[in-house]
Structure formats: structure tokens, C-alpha cells
């Protein structure tokens, strides 16, 4: 063995060490990302079912002249907010229905940086006469 054998000997193990503090980081932050994408999701998905489920016509509103019974509508999209397990708020205004949706995130990994809660709205707008029966 020379002397050069003797000084080289150990000098991969700062690199390896480094190598593997930055992919555990990688991944770290790779499935943070990912839970937090997942959760966007699935809040878009429940805002949106809410505003349809609340835009639906009323046949009582239908007969009256109207399109939407407000109270109705928001009585529709809070118990699909409900059922998701999620928290949010409805809003009626004519025939449109907006709802906002908020939930938080449980992360696998919590790491700073990345949101504690995700929020998102969706709006949907009621249409009378779409399957030709709404007269009565």
C-alpha cells in the first residue's frame, strides 16, 4: 500500500453521506407534495359536487316561477360539505351557487414550507328545462 492509498482511504463516505441526506430530503418533500396534491383534489372535487348538488332545480321553486329555492340549495350543498368531513361555506345569489371548501392536511412527514390546509371554490349555475319535465 502506498502513501496515496492511505489519504484516499475514506474519502467516499462524505460524498455518500451527502448523497443520502439530499435523496431522503428528495423524497421527504416528494410525498409532502404529494399528500398535499391529493388533498387539493379531493376538496376541488367536494366544492364542485356541492355547487352542482345545490344547483339543482326545485320542483316546488320550478312551480312558483322560479328556478332555485335558496334555503334548499344551501341546505343540499352543506350536507355534501358534511358528508365529506370537510368544512366550508355556501352562498346563493339568483341562480348561481358558489361554495368555498376548506380541510387540512395530515402529512405523513410535516415539513415547514408546505401549507397546513388546503382551500377551493367552485360555482354552479341552475338551469330550468333541461330534461323537459319541470312543468308540472
Known amino acids: 500500500m ?25 423524497a421527504w418533500s416528494l410525498v409532502s407534495a ?46 355534501i360539505i358534511g358528508a365529506s368531513g370537510y368544512s366550508g361555506t355556501v352562498s346563493v345569489d339568483g341562480a348561481t351557487v358558489t361554495v368555498s371548501v376548506s380541510a387540512g392536511i395530515d402529512y405523513a412527514f410535516p415539513s415547514p414550507g408546505f401549507p397546513g390546509s388546503v382551500d377551493a371554490t367552485a360555482s354552479a349555475v341552475a338551469v330550468g328545462g333541461v330534461t323537459g319535465d319541470e312543468g308540472g
Not at 5 to 16: A, L, N
Not at 70 to 77: L, T
Request: overall charge positive.
Open 34 to 79: 404529494s399528500q398535499q396534491w391529493a388533498a387539493r383534489r379531493d376538496v376541488q372535487g367536494v366544492a364542485a359536487a356541492a355547487a352542482r348538488a345545490g344547483a339543482q332545480g326545485d320542483l316546488s321553486a320550478l312551480r312558483r316561477g322560479g328556478v332555485l329555492d335558496a334555503n334548499a340549495a344551501a341546505q343540499r350543498a352543506q350536507a
Open 2 to 26: 502506498t502513501l496515496d492509498d492511505e489519504r484516499d482511504r475514506g474519502s467516499v463516505m462524505p460524498m455518500t453521506a451527502i448523497l443520502i441526506v439530499f435523496l431522503m430530503v428528495g
